[in-house]
């Protein structure tokens, strides 16, 4: 049986009527006729008995009836479906978030795609930007919100959401405890913690530049920790220093613990990432979700802000 036979079957078991049925599917009388007929041939039974006045159903047409009707759905919801996800109306997106980082962007994002997209699958999950570029870079995530940069440019891609000021992590009887505003000149010698070279790399290696070349001496680095080990041994330290980007240090602020600004301010720009070549509907959305949301942020960078890499 074929799915247009069936089609044919059921209008005119609706309908009541071959004229109405070929109206309501577009093809004409007779083809309709060729259809019931060629239907009934393979089942090997008269399913309708027609007069001047109207369409009946055989007993047989009556046992046909539901599951043609059935059949009929499943290829109207399939249809549908197809269409939807060709439209990205609906499918899957698989993203990351960034670990660790309390963003309103992020939250405004997902949720207004999510308003817009019902129908399509989130599969969410959380990780540093290094390890969400490598899972785009080898197709096993459609996007991820990032520091930027990020490793892998020739297929990674990435769209600028807001910028991100880097603070100064100190102890309260830390010298720079009692400043407005930390010079990166008083930087020279100071004994500091940076965050690891192998979760960041790109971002950690224009960061070290930057710093060596606003405070003119080489770095004094005594260790390399994740946010959270440093900032507890910034706490027990009268003299060490820590870095953390300002959306990290709000979501773990730490008694004992005094976030300073610097001048200049150094600067990381947030944003989403995506592969080069990706020409799925649902990224595409995603993405003007993305400029919406910027566009409607504007420019946060504080005064004598620098991006320390672009």
């Given amino acids: 049986m074929e799915l247009r036979q069936l089609r044919a079957f059921l209008q005119v078991a609706t309908s009541r009527h071959f004229g109405r049925a070929a109206a309501a599917l577009k093809i004409t009388q007779p083809a309709l006729t060729q259809r019931i007929q060629a239907l009934e041939r393979e089942l090997g039974m008269q399913l309708l008995t027609r007069n001047a006045r109207e369409v009946r159903l055989t007993a047989a047409g009556e046992v046909l009836l539901p599951y043609a009707s059935s059949l009929v759905h499943v290829e109207d919801r399939a249809l549908r479906d197809l269409a939807d996800n060709a439209a990205g109306r609906a499918g899957k997106l698989r993203i990351s978030y960034q670990l660790h980082v309390e963003s309103p962007a992020m939250g405004e994002i ?15 999950a959380s990780a540093y930007s290094v390890m969400s570029a490598e899972q785009i870079a080898a197709g096993n995530l459609d996007a991820a919100f990032v520091a930027m940069p990020i490793p892998h440019e020739e297929i990674v891609a990435t769209r600028r959401i807001s910028d991100d000021e880097v603070l100064l992590l100190a102890g309260e009887r830390h010298r720079f405890a009692r ?45 390399e920790e994740p946010l959270e080990q440093a900032t507890m041994m910034v706490a027990r330290s009268d003299s060490i220093v820590a870095f953390g980007r300002s959306r990290w240090t709000s979501a773990a602020a730490t008694p004992g613990i005094v976030y300073l600004r610097m001048t200049p301010a150094p600067m990381t720009s947030f944003g989403i990432a995506y592969r080069r070549d990706d020409g799925s509907p649902q990224v595409a959305h995603l993405l003007e979700i993305v400029e919406e949301v910027a566009a409607a942020m504007g420019s946060q960078s504080p005064d004598g802000g620098e991006l320390i890499a672009r």
């Fill in 110 to 124: 997902m949720r207004e795609f999510r308003r817009r997209y019902p129908k399509v699958e989130v599969e969410a």
């Fill in 179 to 223: 400043m407005e505003r930390v010079p990166v000149s008083e930087l020279a010698g100071q004994p500091m913690i940076l965050f690891p070279r192998a979760v960041s790399p790109v971002l950690t290696a224009a960061f070290r530049r930057w710093l060596t070349e606003r405070s003119g001496a080489e770095l004094n680095i005594v260790a």
